[in-house]
């Protein structure tokens, strides 16, 4: 025998001998001694324990010892897979084990669910904590529903993630949306997970519920109202301008989103609101080296510009008796803005293209240039009504 021989593939150690394979599995390279011991498991079966037991408690490569488990596991090895799950330095050797332990017992084994949700409650691995929730993911685990509601609320993501995965599956069944989640759906600070959240709760009907909460905490950042404002949107849900005008005018995203739940014919304070919005376009865009304000200003232009699409539809059906004196005022900024940006964009096709949209029918003018007339007409109409000016 040559105790240095070394060996490049499986198939040449298995043809040897089991002597052979024994003295590999201790000695040999890591990749050897992983061959060596399903060598030894194929030849002599549940014989070659002892060594293989040894060998993984000995091996320094968790790579080795992993592969060792799951040969130990299938002959019956429990108490030591309960080991390495509890005990092992290498985290994903840990992971490994409690697969395999789960894999050994069946779902009434009191003693491994029992190992299995403490190593979920204090593990400090989350590649550990993971590899367990993937079990309970997959029904092969139960674990309390306080230890899942914990690990909702883990630093780890991917221990959110799957803890939540399982908490909406619960839900599901239950026909009730836990509270935790709706916790989770107002304070995690993942936009992806927030916005699932968000949706699964909507679709369990909790659309005023959602509203409500957004509503009353103001600390919420703007970019997760909005998001949350867009879905209630698309999932048809509708409310009271009571209930909405609480979230207005704190972020023109905000806003941006509360314009399409509008009602087509607002109540006094809703239709108060979009005129505020459309005529609240800012006059001049800052320099683009200024990014906070350059964002902002294109973000109020985007929501102004989908107010005044909404008013469209809207002011041509009022009188002006109809309308307040302080709506006048935003209806001579929105006639205001509508006539600068109408002239601007005329200046700019005559200069770039020799076209000029006021000698073109309205017809062959571009959308925007004759929706905007149309819309500056009404507010021209309902000033002229009020014996308004525009300045």
Not at 9 to 16: C, G, H, I
Not at 160 to 179: E, H, M, N, W
Request: charged share 25%.
């Amino acid at each position: 025998m040559n105790a240095d021989r070394r060996y490049s593939d499986f198939a040449e150690l298995r043809s040897q001998s089991v002597s052979e394979m024994r003295r590999v599995l201790v000695n040999g390279e890591p990749v050897e001694r992983a061959w060596a011991g399903w060598s030894l498991a194929l030849a002599i079966g549940a014989a070659a324990n002892e060594d293989l037991r040894n060998a993984a408690l000995e091996s320094p490569t968790p790579g080795v010892r992993t592969l060792l488990l799951v040969i130990l596991a299938g002959h019956g090895e429990r108490r030591l897979i309960e080991i390495f799950a509890e005990d092992d330095p290498d985290e994903d050797v840990r992971a490994a084990a409690c697969r395999n332990l789960a894999a050994m017992t069946s779902g009434d084994d009191h003693g491994a669910e029992s190992l299995l949700t403490q190593r979920l409650k204090s593990d400090s691995s989350a590649v550990v904590r993971a590899e367990i929730l993937r079990l309970v993911e997959t029904g092969r685990l139960r674990v309390p529903l306080l230890l899942l509601e914990e690990s909702a609320l883990d630093e780890d993501l991917e221990i959110r993630t799957l803890a939540v995965d399982v908490l909406l599956d619960r839900a599901a069944a239950s026909s009730v949306f836990p509270a935790v989640l709706e916790d989770r759906a107002i304070e995690e600070p993942d936009p992806d997970l927030c916005l699932r959240l968000a949706r699964a709760w909507i679709a369990a009907g909790g659309s005023s519920r959602l509203i409500e909460r957004l509503a009353s905490d103001q600390a919420i950042d703007a970019p997760k109202v909005a998001a949350a404002v867009q879905l209630v949107f698309e999932s048809g849900s509708r409310f009271p301008w009571a209930v909405l005008e609480l979230l207005a005018e704190r972020d023109p995203s905000i806003d941006q989103g509360l314009v399409a739940l509008v009602e087509s014919t607002p109540e006094p304070p809703a239709l108060s609101f979009l005129l505020r919005i459309a005529g609240g376009r800012p006059a001049h865009a800052p320099a683009r080296t200024e990014t906070a304000a350059w964002r902002r200003y294109w973000t109020m232009s985007d929501a102004a510009e989908a107010a005044a699409s909404r008013l469209a539809t809207i002011l041509p059906n009022l009188e002006p008796r109809g309308l307040t004196t302080t709506d006048m005022t935003h209806v001579a900024a929105l006639a205001q803005s509508l006539a600068r940006s109408l002239a601007m964009s005329r200046e700019i096709e005559l200069a770039e293209d020799g076209v000029d949209l006021d000698a073109q029918p309205p017809f062959e003018q571009p959308p925007y240039y004759r929706e905007g007339h149309l819309l500056l007409a009404t507010c021209r109409r309902l000033m002229n009504g009020r014996g308004v000016d525009l300045a």
